[in-house]
């Protein structure tokens, strides 16, 4: 990994390291952060499970906004199979810790887990101990499915995009294990998805509540959405304001500005 850079999250001062070669975060990571913050409404302590987390970037958002959103009093637990992967993360983790006030316990807030997220059903005797333990799930996860042309498996940014390590159906079968009854799982997505990803959730007892579909402009189709699922709730489902990432002269709209906080 010689390609790493530290880059601003422009939030309260922290940082994240990313590396160049690998799969970079993008704006979708921002979305779900902010619309899983924006949607709970859950009190303090917390405790947060991020999926395929890469360089940890929902988990650094959140707990950098966590004194507005939610509390002081969360903690995260964040699951990535890549070993380099999670040398940045634990990287970061660092970095903020020395740099910034706000952070002075993140390295007891956040643990990262170098694993892959199957094990928690492949190997119950290790993770026992987190079933139905979590107050909220956060995934970011390859949206490709299965079988869809993947030529390079040794290519960090195919995999990151297809559903080569694991499969969205795999992902829910594990957060239902680790989350507790009645609390949220978020998820972004293709839209062109949204249909068959509400219909793998519900096989394992999780209700589609919220979606919010997300337009790169006003004038074209939905190309990603963000969804609020509850374990063990009852139907009813609610679509909430579309979101519209770019003007027409390829600025960020007003929506996503203040979503960024600028």
Known sequence: ????????????????????DSFNFGIDAV????????????????????????ALPIPL?????????????????AFEIDKGQVELCNKSIAYNKENVEDAKCIDEDITVINDDIKNIFNDREKYKSMYESFDMITCN???????????????????????????????????SLILKSNKKFYIVHHSERFTEISEILK????????????????????????IESVKN?????????????????????????????K
């Open 233 to 261: 709730s009852k139907a009813g489902l609610k679509v909430l304001e579309p979101i519209i990432v770019f003007e027409n002269d390829g600025t960020y709209t007003k929506m996503v500005q203040n979503i960024y906080g």
């Open 61 to 77: 958002i959140m707990y950098a906004k966590r004194k507005m959103f939610l509390s002081e009093n969360v903690k995260f637990t």
């Open 141 to 175: 996860p390859p949206y490709i499915k299965a079988g869809s042309g993947i030529t390079n498996l040794n290519d960090k940014k195919i995999v990151a995009r297809h559903e080569v390590l694991i499969t969205f159906e795999e992902i829910c079968k594990a957060a």
């Open 203 to 226: 096989s394992y007892s999780f209700e589609v509540k919220k979606v919010q579909f997300i337009y790169p402009r006003v004038d074209k189709p939905s190309t990603l959405c963000l």
């Open 31 to 54: 979305l779900l952060a902010n619309f899983a913050l924006r949607m709970s409404s859950q009190c303090s302590p917390l405790q947060v499970c991020d999926f395929c987390t890469g």
């Open 1 to 20: 990994m010689s390609n790493i850079k530290l880059e601003n999250l422009e939030i309260n001062g922290y940082h994240i390291y990313q590396d160049k």
